[in-house]
């Protein structure tokens, strides 16, 4: 994506703050896919992840499992599977 400013000449500046907007959103997507991950893995093997689980990123934002993850129910792992 190529930002210009009025003159034409293209504007890092504001190409770098937009990326930087849009990183928590991104990381937030990414534990969530890593999470959906985990929980499908554990299911094929038979096995619930349970308990608290912490996902931190490398700039040490802590991502907790319970609110990344899309099926809280063990029940609703075992029925989807």
């Not at 990414?30 to 308990?51: C, E, H, P, W, Y």
């Not at 040490?60 to 792992?77: P, V």
Request: proline share 0%; hydrophobic share 40%; charged share 30%.
């Amino acid at each position: 994506m190529s930002f210009r400013n009025a003159e034409g000449y293209q504007d890092h500046t504001a190409e770098q703050a937009i990326y930087n907007a849009d990183r928590e959103a991104r990381v937030k997507a990414k534990a969530r896919r890593l999470m959906t991950t985990l929980d499908n893995m554990a299911s094929l093997a038979g096995f619930v992840i349970s308990g608290d689980i912490r996902l931190i990123d490398r700039d040490g934002n802590i991502h907790k499992a319970a609110e990344l993850r899309q099926r809280t129910k063990a029940s609703d792992i075992f029925n989807n599977s």
